[in-house]
C-alpha cells in the first residue's frame, strides 16, 4: 500500500509539473470605454494583446461644461492615449492627455515630439473598472474604462456565403468589435488577391487584400485569418459574411468577375504608379545636385504631381480581360485605377515623411533607405 500511495503521489506530482510546462492559455481580454462624447452609443473595445503594448487614440472628448478651450493660458487637450498591457494577471494601463496638434490620419507617427502629460497608472483585473479623474484637470470629464472579455454577450454565428471553391473556411468567431474568418487555400496556386463583405442595413462592412505572385496573401495550402469590422444594430443577429472573389498568382479567378476587375484596376494601377515613382526619382538622384534636403523636395514636389489617371489603354486592357462586365462594373474599374494611382502616391509621401522624422536621428543613408522603397515598388 505505501509503495501505491507512493507512486500516487509521485504521478500527481509529475502531471502538476507538465501542467505548469503548458503555455497559458490566450486570455482574450479588451478594454472598454466610451465610443466618443455620445454616452448612449454602444462602447469601444480594443484587444489588449498577449505579449507587447496596445494603443489606443481617442479623437472625440467629452468636455466638462463651461471649460474654455479658446483660453491660450491653459493646457488644451487634442486627444487621449491610452496605453496597456499585461502584467501577469492583471492588466497596467497609462492615459496621456496630448496638448498639441498632430496629423489625425498619420498616428502614431505624428505624435513623436508632441507634448504628452501622463495622468497616473492604473492596474485592472479581468471584471474590474477604473475612471480616470484626474483628466479634469484638461477640461475633460473622467472616462471610465473597463476591462472586460473580447467576446459578446450572445455568439451569433455568422453565414457564410462562399462564392469560392478553393477558400475553405476553417472557423468563424466573433468578438465585441469584429468577425475573424480562418480559411485555408485548397489551390495548389497562390493566392494574390481577395474580397470579403458583410452586408449590413446601413451599407456593408468589407475587406480587400491584395499582394504579389512573390509576396502572395496566402500561399498554397496554408491558412490565413480575416477581419472583419462589425458594428450591427442588433449584434444577437446573425450577420452575412460573403467571399466574393479570390485571385491566384497565374491571373485566374473564382468567384464574381466584378470584384476580380476591380482588383485587378488596383494591381495595375499600383504597379505602372510604382514605375513612375522609381523613373522619376532616379532621375532626380542621377542629376545630383543639392543636399539630401534638396533632393527629398525634389522627389516630394515631383510625387505629388503624378496623374492619378491613367491611359485609356489601361481601361481598356482591364475590361478586355472581364468581357461582359455592366456599365456600372466599368465605372468602378475606373475608380479601383484611380485609387491604386492615387494610394501609391501616398504610401511615398508618407514612407518620405517618415524618412524626414527618423531616418536623421537613427541616421540611415538616404539611398539605403531608398533601396527598400524601391524594391518594394518594384514588386507591385
Excluded at 57 to 86: C, E, H, N, V
Excluded at 158 to 171: G, H, M, P, Y
Excluded at 197 to 207: T, V
Aim: glycine letters at 6%.
Amino acid at each position: 500500500m505505501t509503495n501505491a500511495s507512493s507512486l500516487l503521489i509521485a504521478l500527481l506530482l509529475y502531471a502538476g509539473l507538465l501542467a505548469g510546462q503548458q503555455p497559458p492559455a490566450a486570455r482574450n481580454w479588451a478594454l472598454e470605454t466610451p465610443n466618443g462624447p455620445d454616452l448612449n452609443t454602444p462602447p469601444f473595445h480594443a484587444d489588449v494583446p498577449e505579449r507587447g503594448e496596445g494603443l489606443t487614440i481617442l479623437f472625440a472628448l467629452r468636455w466638462q461644461p463651461g471649460w474654455d478651450r479658446s483660453d491660450k493660458t491653459r493646457p488644451q487637450a487634442t486627444a487621449l492615449k491610452l496605453t496597456y498591457r499585461m502584467e501577469n494577471d492583471r492588466v497596467r494601463l497609462e492615459a496621456f492627455v496630448v496638448l498639441g496638434p498632430f496629423d489625425q490620419n498619420d498616428t502614431p507617427q505624428s505624435l513623436e515630439g508632441v507634448p504628452q502629460k501622463s495622468v497616473g497608472v492604473q492596474y485592472l483585473r479581468l471584471g474590474e473598472s477604473v475612471t480616470l479623474n484626474d483628466l479634469a484637470a484638461y477640461g475633460l470629464e473622467p472616462l471610465l474604462v473597463r476591462l472586460v472579455r473580447n467576446e459578446p454577450a450572445v455568439q451569433a454565428l455568422a453565414q457564410i456565403i462562399n462564392s469560392t471553391t478553393f477558400l475553405k473556411v476553417e472557423d468563424a468567431r466573433q468578438d465585441r468589435m469584429s468577425y475573424r474568418l480562418t480559411v485555408r487555400n485548397l489551390s495548389t496556386k497562390a493566392v494574390t488577391g481577395l474580397s470579403v463583405r458583410m452586408p449590413m442595413k446601413d451599407g456593408s462592412s468589407s475587406m480587400t487584400e491584395a499582394g504579389t505572385p512573390g509576396h502572395p496573401v496566402i500561399a498554397a495550402g496554408a491558412v490565413h485569418e480575416l477581419m472583419l469590422g462589425s458594428s450591427p444594430a442588433d449584434p444577437t443577429v446573425a450577420p452575412q459574411i460573403v467571399i466574393d472573389v479570390v485571385v491566384f498568382d497565374d491571373g485566374s479567378f473564382e468567384g464574381s468577375a466584378e470584384v476580380a476587375a476591380g482588383l485587378e484596376a488596383i494591381r495595375m494601377a499600383r504597379a505602372i504608379q510604382g514605375r513612375h515613382v522609381v523613373s522619376l526619382v532616379q532621375t532626380i538622384l542621377d542629376r545630383g545636385e543639392g543636399d539630401s534636403a534638396a533632393i527629398i523636395a525634389a522627389i516630394r514636389s515631383q510625387v505629388a504631381a503624378l496623374p492619378e489617371e491613367a491611359e485609356p489603354s489601361v481601361f481598356a486592357a482591364i475590361v478586355s480581360r472581364y468581357p461582359g462586365l455592366p456599365p456600372a462594373a466599368e465605372a468602378s474599374v475606373r475608380h479601383r485605377i484611380h485609387d491604386g494611382l492615387n494610394n501609391t502616391k501616398e504610401d511615398v509621401l508618407r514612407s518620405l515623411k517618415d524618412y524626414e522624422r527618423n531616418g536623421t536621428v537613427s541616421r540611415i543613408p538616404f539611398q539605403a533607405w531608398w533601396e527598400i522603397q524601391k524594391q518594394q515598388l518594384e514588386a507591385r
